[in-house]
């Protein structure tokens, strides 16, 4: 819903509480639920129907296309209806994102998955398009990191879309689809092992799942200070959101060669502002002795080649003397760049030399304007690796039930939760949401088994009841396609790997090779393949999955 549809709270939360518009919807959704399992002949009443979630792992595109062969084939089994919640990191939330869009999709996913299909098989977004959606993230935001540059130029290229809608916007309170639940870690927290990683984003609010705090979603991203928020910033849109949540895909190389292409793109592209000429041609800066644009240009290439030889291990020398000439030809001075015994190879000492070279444009020189200026805060965001930069709401919370950690810094990273757990385990885990029965479609390109095991791990640190793991040895490399983990006061748990020897028979590592994460993006004969691969993890356990919603009922 929108933000104008419910009174939005200026304040933070602490509090482990649902949000009272997800009771409200909850308890509607659960009308739906009853009238579900009645289908299949499974009778309980409103307050007794059992809290399903379905969870989608991460796993880029192979997670996006497979939720949506998931979600299908529930959707023709009649048994999508009874899911409460659908949580989904990383690359689940790219296929999120684009079913929610749709006003209750969930009751039309034939059609939906065919507009779905076919937009994944047309053309990528256009790089002009793309550009001025990463200019807008550029002027429109306190913070700029990696995750802006991700949004506009990499995800859109995958997903085959710019969702310029925020969350709230694309939220009804009367919808009739499971409540949506996006997950992505705190960078800091994961670090450094303290505080509470988990955030999860719905429509309503965002926050530490673990820790019970919470501002409204759209507050999200605001300053904040003692629990109060200060300066407002704009709700981030849905593609910024699919960035965040996907951003384990970032790779380093990948990215540097983009900037690398962007730079000649940006000489020969024409200005939106002002007469009309090209980019090249426009001043760099307000000083009317700053230096020649090539010379500018050329520098800052130079810098982007001397980054990916590092990385792919050549040699460096003949771009460090470039870069310290063109230096010392704009200053008439030479630069202090590196000493005696410095060798590029090691990271700190690249860091340093970037940083260098990009306060020697911004401080120096003063090349501050766009697209200069922004160019050179990716290079300053590629050398520092800034993902997912946002204010931190919890800054200087007086409440002893927040970590200390949460509350330290002005600012926090946030980033793919893929990076800790490539499931969103914890956000149905909230004992609130009393969840009775977990879903888990694990799209993972490595252990199938890796997800389900850790949480079990974790959980046993953490006191929140969940069942015992054990996985057969013989099933660890050759896994099945239906598990079942049940313990005692614990939520069940069905685990689904994607690739298994029902639906694949014996040739598992040729689809893993096939669909991965960096196989991107898939063909349409890929994408087709695979939705009908994940669907049969569904359309074959049919049976399975009522015996269990059917124990968890009986069992309330």
């Not at 209750?104 to 990528?124: A, C, N, Q, Y």
């Not at 977004?125 to 959606?133: E, L, V």
Request: with cysteine.
């Amino acid at each position: 819903m929108s933000a104008s549809r419910h009174q939005s709270s200026d304040e933070v939360k602490i509090n482990h509480s649902l949000n009272k518009k997800e009771e409200e919807f909850i308890s509607r959704r659960k009308n739906t639920v009853v009238q579900c399992l009645e289908k299949f002949n499974i009778r309980c009443s409103q307050d007794k129907v059992p809290n399903i979630a379905l969870l989608g792992s991460g796993g880029g595109q192979r997670a996006m296309v497979g939720l949506l062969g998931s979600l299908f084939e529930l959707y023709k089994a009649g048994l999508l209806d009874c899911i409460l919640y659908l949580a989904g990191v990383s690359g689940s939330t790219w296929c999120m994102a684009s079913l929610y869009q749709e006003p209750d999709w969930s009751t039309k996913l034939d059609i939906v998955k065919d507009k779905f299909v076919k937009r994944l098989s047309g053309p990528e977004i256009s790089w002009t398009d793309a550009f001025a959606k990463l200019k807008k993230y550029y002027h429109g935001k306190d913070f700029f990191s990696l995750t802006d540059v991700w949004a506009a130029m990499f995800v859109t290229s995958y997903v085959k879309e710019l969702n310029e809608q925020a969350l709230t916007n694309q939220w009804n309170e009367d919808s009739k689809d499971p409540f949506p639940i996006y997950t992505v870690i705190d960078k800091h927290c994961k670090q450094r092992e303290e505080g509470d990683p988990w955030v999860e984003i719905s429509p309503l609010e965002a926050g530490y799942s673990l820790t019970g705090a919470f501002v409204d979603v759209c507050n999200f991203g605001s300053q904040f200070h003692e629990g109060s928020k200060k300066n407002h910033q704009d709700e981030f849109d849905m593609l910024y959101l699919q960035a965040v949540c996907s951003s384990a895909l970032a790779d380093g190389q990948e990215i540097w060669k983009f900037v690398k292409d962007l730079l000649p793109k940006l000489k020969t592209l024409k200005s939106a502002e002002g007469p009309p000429m090209l980019l090249s041609e426009q001043p760099l800066s307000e000083d009317p002795n700053s230096p020649p644009i090539d010379e500018c240009y050329q520098l800052l290439t130079d810098l982007v080649d001397m980054n990916l030889a590092v990385l792919e291990g050549t040699d460096t020398f003949a771009l460090d003397q470039s870069i310290q000439t063109t230096m010392a030809d704009i200053t008439g001075k030479p630069p202090l760049l590196r000493g005696p015994n410095f060798n590029l190879a090691e990271k700190q000492n690249l860091t340093w030399y970037n940083m260098d070279v990009c306060s020697f444009f911004k401080d120096k020189i003063k090349l501050t304007k766009w697209p200069f200026g922004f160019l050179t805060d990716v290079c300053t965001c590629l050398t520092q690796w800034t993902w997912g930069r946002n204010y931190n709401f919890l800054h200087n919370m007086s409440d002893e039930v927040v970590p200390t950690a949460l509350q330290q810094n002005k600012t926090r990273d946030y980033e793919d939760a893929g990076l800790l757990n490539n499931s969103p385990y914890f956000s149905v885990l909230r004992e609130k949401r009393g969840t009775d029965l977990i879903i888990s479609l694990d799209f993972s390109e490595g252990d199938p088994f890796m997800t389900v095991r850790e949480t079990a791990e974790m959980c046993k640190k953490l006191n929140i009841p969940f069942p015992e793991v054990n996985i057969p040895s013989e099933d660890l490399e050759k896994p099945k396609d239906f598990y079942v983990f049940k313990g005692q006061n614990a939520p069940t748990v069905i685990h689904i790997p994607l690739f298994n020897v029902v639906n694949c028979g014996d040739k598992i590592d040729l689809w893993r090779k096939k669909h991965r994460t960096s196989n991107l993006p898939y063909s349409p004969e890929e994408v087709t393949e695979l939705i009908a691969v994940a669907g049969k993890n569904i359309s074959n356990n049919v049976e399975k999955l009522l015996e269990q919603i059917r124990a968890v009922a009986e069992a309330k």
